[in-house]
């Protein structure tokens, strides 16, 4: 065998993937730490997606295509089972009342006089009180933590409705889905050599 030979198959092993397990759509759990009852019935969430625009050249011959510079981030979207005393449903109704102020303006300086729980050794990012960081974490099939996926200044924009109907003949329980806005976020991988 050739060095040459060699090299090519030393680079074809290298580039084989070398973890060939899939991620599974039910390793994971959310938190939010503004919500905290909200995070633990979360059932489904939605890791967003990413928008580039591009921009257009024109040429004599065809339009050429090239990279925008501002990045788009889609919404977060969370389901979550509805406890029976409406705790959860009410955190994120509460939080969208004292965002959005509808009956008066005691609503919204109350909110934000809410104590924000934070981590211990990082300063509060808004003096208003209004955002809540949120974690993702992703497990592998051993349900091991994998990767966090960290969301800055979440706040909710939407809270489906809850439909009650008489008319059901099977016991059904409600969900609820929330919307949030959020600053940025970002993967990151967990090193797992104490799990």
Avoid at 69 to 82: A, H, N, S, Y
Avoid at 162 to 178: H, K, N, P, R, Y
């Amino acid at each position: 065998m050739t060095n040459e030979t060699r090299q090519v198959r030393f680079a074809e092993q290298a580039s084989q993937p070398t973890n060939r397990n899939f991620l599974t759509p039910t390793g994971f759990t959310f938190q939010v730490q503004r919500a905290p009852k909200v995070t633990y019935y979360g059932n489904l969430i939605t890791l967003p997606g990413l928008d580039l625009p591009f921009v257009v050249q024109n040429t004599y011959l065809k339009e050429v295509p090239y990279p925008g510079d501002v990045l788009g981030f889609e919404d977060l979207k969370l389901r979550f089972l509805v406890d029976s005393n409406l705790e959860n449903y009410m955190e994120i109704q509460n939080w969208l009342r004292g965002l959005g102020f509808p009956e008066s303006l005691q609503e919204i300086y109350d909110f934000q006089e809410e104590k924000r729980p934070y981590k211990r050794g990082q300063p509060e990012k808004s003096q208003l009180n209004l955002y809540s960081d949120g974690t993702l974490t992703i497990l592998d099939q051993l349900n091991n933590p994998k990767f966090k996926v960290v969301f800055n200044d979440l706040f909710p924009i939407s809270l489906t409705t809850l439909t009650f109907d008489a008319t059901l003949t099977s016991e059904q329980f409600f969900t609820a889905e929330v919307v949030f806005k959020y600053t940025i976020y970002e993967i990151r991988e967990i090193d797992c050599s104490q799990c």
